[in-house]
């Protein structure tokens, strides 16, 4: 079974830095990831999506991700960020190769943005 | 541009009553999902549909039944409302395929008192 983790329930950065939300993944074959940002009060809006090809995906509103096998690991970045980048984002994997393909959500991290 | 409404920003209910949160997308989609967010439980999969009148369960669909008798229109139904029901909910749509995304619904924020 697919299973996602974001080992970081809450991540403090200051306006202007630099930011990383991890997400882990486990599963057997190539899976399809995805990162979601859901703003107060909002559903989620997809960030970006991975499939195949380049590794490193570029997203919406500057954040991009890379896709890492070894590691299993799908982390989300951007280099500066915003004030209103403070939201809750959920990493998704979906399945690629049989099986139900619902995809499994991470618990979510929330990015708390200091002026 | 894609658009999923929720009947429900916010919805009060009391205890033994019945209670239907709508949803509703326009874009022709075949497959609908009902989600409940709970603050550290991430969104948990209660049921999901192929297509009209299918119906699939997800992971948590104890206490919950769903309606979909037209292609646009998802309803979940809680039967006899329970205070551990208290919670968001989330529609989703999404085009047939494993690679497509979903898109989802501002959320109803469902209180049982």
């Known amino acids: 079974a697919q299973s996602v983790t974001q080992p970081d329930i809450h991540i403090t950065v200051s306006e202007g830095a630099s930011l990383e939300l991890r997400c882990n993944y486990s599963y057997g074959a190539t899976p399809y990831l995805f990162w979601y940002v859901q703003s107060p009060g909002q559903g989620l809006q997809l960030l970006l999506k991975y499939f195949s090809g380049d590794t490193l995906v570029q997203g919406i509103k500057g954040f991009e991700a890379e896709f890492k096998r070894s590691q299993s690991s799908f982390n989300l970045r951007k280099p500066s960020v915003h004030w209103s980048d403070a939201a809750e984002y959920f990493c998704a994997v979906g399945n690629a190769s049989g099986g139900s393909y619902i995809p499994t959500f991470g618990r979510g991290t929330s990015l708390i943005v200091h002026p | 541009d894609v658009k999923v409404t929720q009947s429900s920003r916010y919805l009060v209910k009391r205890t033994g009553e019945k209670v239907f949160l709508e949803c509703v997308q326009d874009m022709d989609h075949e497959n609908m999902f009902w989600y409940r967010q709970d603050p550290g439980l991430g969104l948990r999969l209660i049921y999901f549909?192929?297509?009209?009148?299918?119906?699939e369960k997800g992971d948590i669909p104890e206490g919950y039944s769903v309606s979909r008798e037209k292609k646009e229109r998802f309803s979940l139904i809680l039967e006899s409302a329970s205070t551990n029901q208290t919670s968001m909910y989330l529609c989703?749509?999404?085009?047939?395929?494993?690679?497509?995304?979903?898109?989802f619904g501002p959320g109803t924020r469902l209180t049982v008192l």
């Open positions: 549909s192929y297509d009209v009148k299918m119906k």
């Open positions: 989703a749509s999404r085009p047939p395929g494993r690679r497509n995304e979903q898109f």
